[in-house]
């Protein structure tokens, strides 16, 4: 995009920056945990995943309103938090994920259950979790309900997963 502007009785040429293409790798390689990894980064516990199908895809997002689950090339232009990391599902009974944080502070994790592997959220199929496991409604929880303090090491959250389980009811499985 193109504008142009008076500076000072000159006329400018403003360009403004191109947005950064859309793409599922996006804060990707900035999550990626490396070998031995140490810190600061979260090791995500998945508990009562509905089953093994699929991937799952975890990301971290600045712990205030504006920017908790705001569009991923937005925050990456503004140099905003924005880390992901996807893989098949881990066959653990307890899955653990770990993603590296840009340093110690507070964030703010979702974890997507994509049990069919579309890389699409199906409110009838697939399952979603948040650090500090709020109760969910029918909307996005607020930021203060997620928000998770990392220090400069590893810290383990655990990360409640949430179907939908009825005509209107959305929480974590009942097992028997």
């Known amino acids: 995009?193109?504008?142009?502007?008076?500076?000072?009785?000159?006329?400018?040429?403003?360009?403004?920056?191109?947005?950064?293409?859309?793409t599922p790798d996006l804060g990707k390689a900035e999550g990626q945990c490396r070998p031995g990894e140490n810190g600061p980064a979260f090791l995500v516990d998945l508990i009562g995943?509905?089953?093994?199908?699929?991937?799952?895809?975890v990301e971290v997002y600045p712990a205030n309103d504006a920017d908790f689950l705001a569009d991923d090339n937005v925050l990456v232009m503004a140099g905003k938090t924005f880390r992901r990391v996807e893989v098949?599902?881990?066959?653990?009974?307890?899955?653990?994920?770990?993603?590296?944080?840009?340093?110690?502070?507070?964030?703010?994790?979702t974890v997507l259950h994509d049990r069919n592997a579309d890389r699409k959220f199906s409110l009838s199929h697939d399952g979603i979790g948040f650090s500090?496991?709020?109760?969910?409604?029918?909307?996005?929880?607020?930021?203060?309900?997620?928000?998770v303090n990392a220090g400069g090491s590893l810290t383990t959250l655990r990360v409640v997963m949430n179907y939908r389980t009825g005509l209107f009811s959305f929480g974590p499985l009942k097992r028997s």
């Open 88 to 109: 098949a599902v881990p066959a653990e009974p307890t899955p653990r994920v770990c993603i590296r944080l840009p340093g110690p502070g507070t964030y703010a994790v």
């Open 49 to 57: 995943l509905k089953d093994r199908a699929g991937r799952v895809k």
């Open 132 to 147: 500090g496991n709020p109760r969910l409604g029918w909307s996005k929880p607020k930021a203060n309900a997620v928000a």
């Open 1 to 22: 995009m193109k504008r142009f502007v008076f500076l000072g009785g000159a006329l400018a040429l403003l360009v403004a920056a191109a947005p950064i293409p859309s």
